[in-house]
């Protein structure tokens, strides 16, 4: 497996692979990304991963500074996970200048995450718009935990006519249903004990055992300070319509000082 930092050595690696199927990460790596390597490999005969915490996605006073990045760890699990080549620009590659062209996605990211992270969307829109150019894969893998981003990525990608198949990865969970994530390393032992509570709420609201008004008030008594905890029409998570059956709940709470997010379909 090979590691590039700049997009002139990764063009000249790509045009020895052949198509490739792509996932995109912040590093930091954990099972749920591994699974989607693995899924990857399911959709071309080599699997490019890229790893770069993306300023234009964190809003001031959030966690950029602080997010883990753990190159070495990372590198030796795609390796081992069976990827070909790694992405891992710095700064200065992928914004040698201030970042002024946006994608500006559909209205959709201004709701759910939108509405608690503005312009969330926009970073996240951006980066993948120029991970896919400098990349240009067959097929990129997202996970369905962050279920919005999927839906906006998809539609991005279908607006702009980029010929990527966007496949989308389960959600892994550790035993106790909490869905992985690089955040989940913030929690004290008494938030990580508590923190399965957002998925255990969800499943109730999924199974039409709760109101997801009153997944709030839920977890609210507990302690958390919820987000939202919304039901939406998985295909473009509208509000779902009595005819819809695709269904997707999706969630975020704070428990203590880490921000968590699920998402679940029924
Ligand atoms: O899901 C993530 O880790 C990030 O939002 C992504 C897609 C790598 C873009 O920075």
């Not at 620009?89 to 914004?95: A, G, I, K």
Request: charged content about 25%.
């Amino acid at each position: 497996m090979r590691v590039v930092h700049d997009i002139a050595s990764l063009r000249r690696a790509l045009a020895e692979l052949g198509p490739v199927a792509f996932v995109p990460t912040m590093g930091n790596l954990h099972a749920g990304h591994l699974s989607l390597v693995r899924l990857a490999l399911r959709h071309a005969g080599a699997v490019v991963a890229s790893i770069f915490v993306n300023r234009l996605q964190f809003l001031p006073g959030e966690d950029f500074e602080r997010y883990p990045r753990t190159l070495e760890r990372d590198r030796e699990l795609l390796a081992a996970e069976g990827a070909a080549l790694v992405f891992a620009p710095d700064e200065r590659v992928l914004y040698p200048v201030p970042q002024t062209y946006l994608v500006r996605p559909s209205p959709l990211a201004e709701e759910l995450e939108g509405r608690f992270r503005p312009g969330f969307f926009h970073g996240v829109a951006t980066v993948v718009l120029k991970l896919l150019n400098c990349v240009q894969p067959a097929a990129a893998v997202f996970g369905k935990k962050d279920y919005q981003q999927l839906v906006i990525v998809r539609g991005m990608v279908r607006q702009f006519d980029l010929p990527i198949e966007i496949v989308a990865g389960e959600t892994v969970r550790e035993a106790d249903g909490l869905a992985m994530s690089s955040r989940n390393a913030y929690l004290s032992p008494t938030e990580r004990a508590e923190a399965p509570r957002l998925y255990r709420t969800m499943t109730e609201v999924a199974a039409g055992r709760l109101a997801a008004e009153d997944a709030l008030a839920a977890l609210a008594r507990a302690g958390w300070q919820p987000d939202y905890v919304e039901v939406r029409r998985r295909s473009d998570l509208a509000l779902p319509q009595r005819a819809d059956r695709e269904r997707v709940v999706l969630g975020a709470a704070r428990v203590g000082g880490t921000r968590l997010i699920d998402s679940l379909e029924f």
